[in-house]
């Protein structure tokens, strides 16, 4: 007799730990073959919450940190992510139904985009900050800061590359997220939790939902406490939904055109300028 | 021992030639409104009628936006960028050139001093028109990729407090960029945007590029709604900011939004006190505390706090109140009766919620709208006066005891357009700027503004940035965004 497998049970990812819903609730996932492949949590309004909560609290420690720390960490996620490139390729092959060598295509596509951004991290300034030339005896410069806690629809498919180059960029800027995996694809999103778990990521920094797209992303729009949106996952009507309730609190809600570019960390990042007299 | 006093030093209004009537401004002509209404705009400081000025509705907006779609396919987006520039450089000599009559009509307009609209107002507008027009044919090396396009037509809204200036930093950017304009200046200040449509006149600026609609709320919302507008860009109330935000969520329009503040000036015990005092002044009482980043919250080192509003009182008691167009005037009139209102009914609410009032003796003219400097201490950061924009000449102290507490009294708001920072200690001063969530940090200084220097707010301070290289981003389309 051929032994059974030992399957794994995929949780949420909040606060640097793998809980399940509070809601004990969880959905069934189809392989592309339409065989069963998992049952991930299926996240409530309250996990959002405490996602939120999870965020927020890492925030000003992951935007302290040095932009050379940051840098080091999200290089240290695309090592870790090599690593366990088998572990995707399954996932992928069996979720979206493509063959290994599209899969691995895709994982390393996203592994580099790790190495991108996080050659990003302390070039922020030196690229869209500026040192202004005031017509008076003032020193007076612009450079850009981390918006706060954004929350982010991963693409559908691509599956795993879709949430890295959303999540990346978010976290080069220094922000936190909360990233919603998609919900037809969700598991390499999910498994993507156990890479930044042991990438020295501080906890709370990325919070990773898996769910109804349908059933958050209104709870997303009114949450005070979400400063900016990649609605990357969202349909049109979603999107208009969750900008016109995202404008209690004026969120940064942004989607991309283009794979890697550096307005994606930018859009999350706010620009302050500082002015000081010269003089003796 | 006898005491000095100042003499009068009016400016005179002679060079003001304020027509009794004005209509809209449409493709490059004044033109009446469609409907033949109009509306009054006064002299806040004295309550005279200065001028009848055309009400724009619909049909109206429609035309304006229409000429400047024209002028947009046929001319603007056809010219060499070098030739857009020299448009540009144009407006701002004419506006040079023009400066004393600006001012007078400004400061009668808005019932700001004569001196801040002399020294300050029409000159920061001139400059932004100088600066913009130098960018208009070096885009493709403004980093926003090798071939920035413009969005289209641009619908303007701006506030009463600096009416031409506020005019500037909308147009001159919009124009550099490629894009024309139709813009409405606030109801309680329409003048100096009417005489700038004769200086789009007299610069022979194409029919069309810009266009400028007076009106009120309702026709700011209608020129929102405009279906062939590509872009909103607004300074005005939060609330406003936010029902705009709704108008445009379900379109392709993007926006930008210079919105309310409620700026935490902090001073620390190791300040310059005098200069402080001076900056805490500058900060609150410029332009009567009609600015969105004024320094309506001064948070003061309880260690200094005695001695610094012993000063501050003291330095209060010198402000002159009273007649704008006299040069000596530091504080002018309250914009409008609804202004004096709306600073009145906060103001009461200090009291009323246990914060002590303070203000100088001053004898305030019998006609117009008037309020005098004014601060509160006792005030708790729950008060509405330490949480609400006033928009007046009222300031709210807070103390504190370590920098820590200080950080936290400074963004405890849904505000986050300016703070300022007073010490000695080089440090402590980029510690604090780097913790304070605003977008404009002024140390040691208060309410200085540039073309260069990019301007705008964090959180619920609005979108976007306006002034420097940061400013052109919101007029141009972006490589990386999807337009929906």
């Known amino acids: 007799m051929s032994r059974i497998d030992v399957n794994k049970t995929y949780k949420l990812f909040i606060g640097g730990t793998f809980p399940r819903s509070e809601s004990g609730r969880v959905y069934e996932v189809k392989a592309a073959n339409k065989k069963f492949l998992a049952n991930p949590a299926l996240a409530s309004r309250k996990d959002l919450r405490d996602a939120v909560v999870a965020a927020k609290s890492a925030q000003a420690g992951w935007a302290s940190a040095t932009a050379f720390n940051r840098g080091q960490i999200l290089y240290r996620i695309a090592e870790m992510m090599q690593g366990r490139a088998d572990q995707f390729t399954e996932e992928i092959v069996a979720l979206e139904g493509v063959t290994n060598k599209v899969a691995k295509l895709q994982i390393e596509e996203a592994i580099d985009t790790w190495v991108w951004y996080s050659g990003w991290c302390d070039k922020l300034s030196t690229y869209a900050g500026s040192q202004n030339q005031v017509a008076g005896p003032f020193y007076n410069f612009t450079t850009p800061e981390p918006l706060g806690v954004v929350a982010i629809f991963a693409e559908s498919k691509p599956s795993l590359l879709g949430a890295v180059r959303t999540l990346a960029p978010v976290m080069a ?54 400063d900016g949106v990649d609605v990357a996952g969202l349909s049109k009507r979603q999107e208009d939904e969750l900008k016109l309730v995202g404008a209690d609190n004026l969120k940064r809600i942004s989607r991309f055109s283009t794979a890697n570019h550096p307005e994606r960390i930018l859009s999350f990042m706010e620009q302050k300028t500082i002015w000081h007299p010269i003089g003796i | 021992m006898s005491k000095f006093e100042y003499a009068n030093a009016p400016e005179s209004k002679a060079i003001a030639n304020i027509a009794t009537n004005y209509g809209l401004f449409i493709g490059g002509k004044f033109v009446e409104p469609k409907q033949g209404k109009s509306f009054n705009t006064i002299n806040p400081a004295s309550e005279e009628l200065l001028a009848k000025v055309g009400y724009a509705d619909k049909s109206d907006i429609d035309l304006a936006v229409k000429s400047a779609r024209l002028a947009f396919n046929k001319v603007w987006s056809k010219l060499p960028a070098k030739e857009r520039g020299k448009y540009l450089y144009r407006i ?53 990729g ?112 210079e919105l309310g503040g409620k700026a935490a000036n902090l001073v620390f015990e190791d300040a310059a006190i005098d200069e402080a005092v001076e900056g805490i002044v ?88 008037w309020y ?35 950080i936290e009294k400074a963004n405890n708001t849904m505000y986050g357009l300016s703070a300022g920072v007073w010490s000695d200690k080089g440090a402590k001063i980029l510690w604090a700027a780097k913790q304070l969530k605003a977008g404009v940090i002024w140390s040691n200084t208060f309410n200085k503004f540039d073309p260069a220097s990019p301007f705008g707010g964090y959180k619920e301070s609005g979108w976007g940035r306006e002034g420097g290289r940061h400013g052109l981003a919101g007029y141009l389309s972006s490589e990386a965004k999807a337009s929906k």
């Open chain 2, 372 to 406: 005098p400097p004014t601060i509160f201490t006792g005030v708790s950061q729950s008060h509405r006066i330490a949480r609400e924009e006033i928009f007046g000449p009222v300031l709210s102290v807070l103390t504190f005891r370590t920098p820590g507490e200080a």
């Open chain 2, 92 to 144: 701002a000599r004419i506006l040079q050139e023009r400066a004393r009559e600006f001012a007078v009509v400004e400061t009668l307009d808005n019932g700001k001093p004569i001196r801040e609209s002399r020294d300050t107002d029409i000159p920061l507008a001139a400059a932004h028109f100088f600066y913009h027009a130098g960018w208009a044919d070096k885009l493709e090396y403004a980093g926003f």
């Open chain 2, 282 to 369: 500058n900060g609150i009482f410029f332009n009567q505390g009609h600015v969105c980043c004024a320094g309506s919250r001064l948070v003061v080192q309880e260690s200094v706090a005695d001695e610094l509003l012993e000063k501050l009182k003291k330095r209060m008691s010198l402000i002159r109140v009273g007649d704008p167009m006299d040069k000596n005037t530091d504080l002018g009139a309250i914009n409008s009766k609804e202004q004096l209102t709306k600073i009145r009914e906060i103001s009461n609410s200090g009291d009323a919620e246990g914060a002590n009032r303070w203000s100088p003796e001053v004898k305030l003219p019998a006609k117009g709208y």
């Open chain 2, 146 to 257: 090798s071939k920035p396009k413009p969005l289209g037509v641009v619908g303007q809204i701006i506030p009463w407090n600096f009416p031409l200036l506020m005019l500037a930093w909308k147009i001159a950017p919009a124009l550099a960029t490629g894009n024309t304009v139709v813009l409405k200046p606030a109801e309680t200040t329409p003048l100096t945007a009417l005489l700038f449509a004769q200086v789009c006149q007299q610069a022979g600026l194409p029919d069309g590029v810009v266009n400028i609609i007076t009106g009120d709320g309702v026709t700011g919302a209608a020129l929102v709604n405009h279906p062939d507008i590509n872009k909103i860009a607004f300074t005005g109330s939060t609330d406003v900011g936010k029902a705009i935000a709704r108008s445009i969520s379900a379109t392709k329009k993007t926006a930008t939004l």
């Open chain 1, 173 to 226: 800027g220094g922000n936190t997220a909360v990233l919603i995996a998609s919900e037809n694809f969700p598991l390499p999103a999910i498994t993507l939790g156990e890479v930044l778990s042991t990438s020295d990521v501080p906890a709370g920094v990325v919070n990773i939902l898996s769910g109804k797209t349908s059933e958050l992303y209104p709870w997303i729009g009114s949450h005070m406490e979400i």
